[in-house]
């Protein structure tokens, strides 16, 4: 028998009488009986389907600089406090980042991101950044994001006169967990340069990982934050532990409850773009198809920083068979 207080939730969100639903009802869905999950899901996408239609977007990513960072997060390959072999470069030049957009554009990708990794780029980093965001929106229509870490409004300016659409800065999990995850920087520094890009006038695209061993009252925790934040994006990663890191010996989430998380973000955020990213092959596996039935309208294609997707033909070909359009 379907939920009857799921439903309610649901019909209140379809009808356009309440978009937002209570810190409490979140976690009363959250915490919901493994039976109604498939209601949970089934529901996230009658609300994706009233707010995206079938349109989803495909975005992709070049770790743009691979270096040791001083930040301490517990999940990151690149963190100078593990030991995990990851290999390190400085900034790839402009022709390599710039030619990697051009293929992503042609392999069907609508969104492409030079991601870096370290607490701040220097300036000349920032001018080599723009300037290939200029050269590739001379060639292409690609929507071009970026995530840099932390910015001064001077570079969130530079950045968006260059032609960068998207700034992508994740605020990882939820505020009552992050001290288990990051003792380096603290939250709010996080939060404030989220304010600052979206003060420039340039879209955020913030989320987090989900299986940090966060309780799920914390991942309602971080969806609502992303929503008092006015979030343009919410990418939704899953721990996919790695080898040296503090958290390699974490347990993967299931599919099913990788699921439950997606369509939770999609009650909570109903009218946000959710894309899902790193992580899913290995979580989801069977059911990475079922990412779209879940709430989400977005999906990360080709590899990740440290680590491979699967094939972006493969993810097009499942776009294509879904019935859905991939259009940005």
Same mark, same amino acid.
């Given at each position: 028998?379907?939920?009857?207080?799921?439903?309610?939730?649901? =019909?209140?969100?379809?009808?356009?009488?309440?978009?937002?639903?209570?810190?409490?009802?979140?976690?009363?869905?959250?915490?919901?009986?493994?039976?109604?999950?498939? =209601?949970?899901?089934?529901?996230?996408?009658?609300?994706?389907?009233?707010?995206?239609?079938?349109?989803?977007?495909?975005?992709?990513?070049?770790?743009?600089?691979?270096?040791?960072?001083?930040?301490?997060?517990?999940?990151?390959?690149?963190?100078?406090?593990?030991?995990?072999? %990851?290999? #390190?470069?400085?900034?790839?030049?402009?022709?390599?980042?710039?030619?990697?957009?051009?293929?992503?554009?042609?392999?069907?990708?609508?969104?492409?991101?030079? %991601?870096?990794?370290?607490?701040?780029?220097?300036?000349?980093?920032?001018?080599?950044?723009?300037?290939?965001?200029?050269?590739?929106?001379?060639? #292409?229509?690609?929507?071009?994001?970026?995530?840099?870490?932390?910015?001064?409004?001077?570079?969130?300016?530079?950045?968006?006169?260059?032609?960068?659409? #998207?700034?992508?800065?994740?605020?990882?999990?939820?505020?009552?967990?992050?001290?288990?995850?990051?003792?380096?920087?603290?939250?709010?520094?996080?939060?404030?340069?989220?304010?600052?890009?979206?003060?420039?006038?340039?879209?955020?695209?913030?989320?987090?990982?989900?299986?940090?061993? +966060?309780?799920?009252?914390?991942?309602?925790?971080?969806?609502?934050?992303?929503?008092?934040?006015?979030?343009?994006?919410?990418?939704?990663?899953?721990?996919?532990?790695?080898?040296?890191?503090?958290?390699?010996?974490?347990?993967?989430?299931?599919?099913? +409850?990788?699921?439950?998380?997606?369509?939770?973000?999609?009650?909570?955020?109903?009218?946000?773009?959710?894309?899902?990213?790193?992580?899913?092959?290995?979580?989801?596996?069977?059911?990475?198809?079922? %990412?779209?039935?879940?709430?989400?309208?977005?999906?990360?294609?080709?590899?990740?920083?440290?680590?491979?997707?699967?094939?972006?033909?493969?993810?097009?070909?499942?776009?294509?068979?879904?019935?859905?359009?991939?259009?940005?």
């Amino acid at each position: 028998m379907f939920n009857d207080f799921i439903n309610n939730i649901t =019909d209140k969100i379809l009808k356009g009488t309440s978009s937002i639903i209570s810190y409490k009802e979140a976690c009363d869905l959250a915490n919901i009986s493994k039976e109604h999950t498939t =209601d949970l899901i089934t529901c996230a996408n009658k609300i994706r389907n009233k707010f995206k239609s079938d349109n989803v977007f495909t975005c992709s990513i070049i770790n743009a600089k691979s270096w040791l960072c001083s930040q301490d997060c517990a999940f990151c390959a690149q963190s100078a406090h593990h030991k995990t072999g %990851v290999k #390190t470069y400085p900034l790839l030049s402009e022709k390599e980042l710039m030619d990697t957009g051009v293929s992503m554009h042609k392999a069907g990708a609508v969104k492409y991101s030079m %991601v870096t990794s370290g607490y701040m780029l220097k300036k000349d980093e920032i001018e080599t950044i723009c300037r290939v965001a200029e050269k590739i929106k001379l060639k #292409t229509d690609i929507n071009v994001c970026a995530s840099l870490g932390m910015l001064t409004e001077s570079m969130a300016k530079k950045l968006k006169a260059s032609g960068v659409t #998207t700034y992508h800065h994740n605020l990882e999990t939820a505020r009552s967990y992050f001290d288990q995850i990051c003792t380096t920087h603290a939250y709010d520094e996080d939060i404030e340069t989220v304010k600052l890009v979206k003060s420039t006038g340039l879209n955020i695209c913030c989320g987090g990982i989900l299986g940090l061993g +966060e309780t799920w009252e914390q991942r309602v925790e971080l969806a609502f934050t992303l929503k008092e934040l006015d979030v343009d994006v919410i990418p939704i990663n899953f721990l996919n532990p790695i080898p040296g890191s503090r958290m390699e010996n974490r347990p993967l989430l299931s599919p099913m +409850e990788a699921l439950k998380c997606i369509a939770l973000f999609r009650f909570i955020n109903p009218e946000k773009d959710i894309t899902i990213c790193g992580g899913r092959e290995v979580v989801l596996q069977d059911y990475q198809s079922w %990412v779209f039935l879940a709430g989400a309208n977005g999906l990360m294609v080709g590899n990740y920083l440290t680590t491979k997707g699967r094939s972006i033909k493969t993810d097009m070909d499942m776009i294509r068979q879904a019935g859905l359009n991939n259009n940005g």
